[in-house]
């Protein structure tokens, strides 16, 4: 079982940045692709990005390719993300989700995914 806790959300003005951070508990996190989502109020979980098991590979959502990048440290069991360019409609609870695979794979599918984080809320202001 993994345990994932978000942190880094809060109040930002539009064109700001913030870091959101995600660690898993566990030894095994090198084995898990990592994905970050966000839920607005009355809309479905979105895919925001995503990243392999090593980090060599990232996959932005269209809809934040060139503002947020993710990243990840193996050796303290996190991934960031890095939101930068942010705006109003970037506001939602973001979350954070693991996957353990043996091969180099994702998806943008919440399903897909086995573990979560309870959320971190995000807020950008005009």
């Known amino acids: 079982q993994v345990q994932l806790v978000e942190s880094g959300g809060g109040l930002v003005q539009a064109g700001g940045s913030l870091r959101l951070s995600c660690t898993a508990s566990?030894?095994?996190?090198?084995?898990?692709?990592m994905g970050w989502f966000r839920q607005a109020p009355g809309k479905e979980r979105e895919f925001v990005i995503g990243i392999s098991r090593g980090g060599t590979n990232t996959y932005p959502a269209d809809s934040v390719k060139g503002r947020f990048t993710i990243s990840r440290d193996n050796a303290k069991n996190t991934v960031y993300l890095q939101m930068n360019s942010l705006k109003p409609e970037d506001t939602a609870i973001y979350y954070c989700?693991?996957?353990?695979?043996?091969?180099?794979?994702?998806?943008?599918?919440?399903?897909?995914?086995?573990?979560w984080g309870q959320g971190t809320q995000v807020t950008v202001s005009s």
């Open positions: 566990g030894r095994t996190f090198s084995t898990y692709v």
């Open positions: 989700a693991a996957r353990s695979v043996a091969s180099g794979t994702y998806s943008y599918l919440p399903l897909w995914y086995d573990y």
